[in-house]
């Protein structure tokens, strides 16, 4: 028999989705309180890293941590124990990201937000509306997430560029590039949409160089890491003028603070990570697939490297 420890504030959600598995020799404790009793009897965690990094220290008996999020960045602290496997959610928040990001490049180029101020005002605007055909993305990362961007952005027949540490998996990127050719890589974008993971080798990688390599056209959207971009040089380029606009789900410091500059820019639009919610109908088939490898001894899915933080 395995012990599985369920901990998330959708706990009851995610043992009622797994109980209809019929999983084989598990059994399930259900809590959304980190302050569990007999910790150390569970040989494998799902749940939100937040809370399973309180428990952390008292799950001594655990071997496999089948994360909710895909981020695991509570998890990846040098200073905490790493002698488990840690696998996290993956090829399931395509679909939410390519909803909110379509969403609001849709938003851009038929005016919405222009047009209702508009009619708040009761005056009639003609100004016609741009169309997504034609038009040129850039995609800072192409893992599951990106993939799905890219076959979204070949739906309204735009082109798509990649930028990725040297994969070119996937066949909707018209062109890849790889380590300093970022200047390139960004020139003549319309869009640029960040997807990249919080790993030291990420971190401001939007920085003012990057950003004055864009048109002033350009719209920079964020839905994947706050740690990858330079603030205070997005600031700089939003006020500017060098940069049309942008649409910014997470943030270096969250909540973000309500004197930050962010909250004044005419130009950005802040969605309070938002982009894509785990849900437990989308995530426990993950565990469940994953468990069923665990009882097979066949190696599971969407292992995560401590070092690497991916």
Not at 9 to 25: G, K, N, T, V
Not at 99 to 114: L, N, P, S, T
């Amino acid at each position: 028999m395995h012990d599985l420890l369920i901990l998330s504030r959708r706990a009851a959600d995610y043992q009622r989705l797994i109980a209809a598995a019929r999983l084989p020799d598990l059994h399930v404790i259900a809590s959304a309180d980190a302050d569990v009793s007999a910790a150390d009897r569970f040989e494998m965690v799902l749940g939100e890293p937040s809370l399973v990094r309180t428990a952390l220290a008292r799950l001594t008996g655990m071997k496999w941590l089948q994360s909710t999020w895909a981020g695991v960045e509570p998890l990846l602290d040098p200073s905490l124990r790493r002698d488990y496997i840690l696998t996290n959610a993956r090829g399931v928040f395509g679909p939410q990201m390519s909803e909110y990001v379509f969403g609001y490049m849709i938003a851009h180029e038929r005016k919405v937000f222009e047009k209702y101020a508009a009619q708040q005002q009761g005056r009639w605007d003609p100004a016609p509306p741009g169309m997504l055909r034609g038009k040129q993305i850039g995609l800072l990362g192409v893992g599951s997430i990106g993939a799905s961007l890219a076959a979204t952005a070949k739906h309204f027949g735009m082109r798509v560029k990649g930028y990725t540490r040297g994969s070119e998996g996937c066949a909707d990127v018209d062109t890849y590039f790889h380590g300093d050719d970022r200047i390139r890589f960004a020139a003549d974008l319309d869009y640029l949409v960040s997807v990249m993971p919080n790993t030291a080798g990420t971190r401001h990688l939007v920085d003012a160089a990057l950003l004055a390599a864009l048109p002033p056209r350009a719209v920079f959207i964020n839905p994947g890491r706050g740690s990858v971009v330079d603030e205070g040089a997005l600031v700089e380029a939003l006020q500017s003028g060098r940069l049309a606009g942008a649409v910014l789900d997470v943030f270096e410091q969250e909540p973000l603070p309500a004197d930050h500059i962010f909250w004044r820019l005419p130009n950005i639009v802040i969605t309070s990570h938002t982009a894509a919610i785990s849900f437990p109908d989308d995530i426990a088939p993950v565990f469940i697939d994953n468990y069923r490898r665990w009882i097979a001894g066949r190696p599971l899915r969407y292992q995560v490297d401590f070092v690497a933080g991916y």
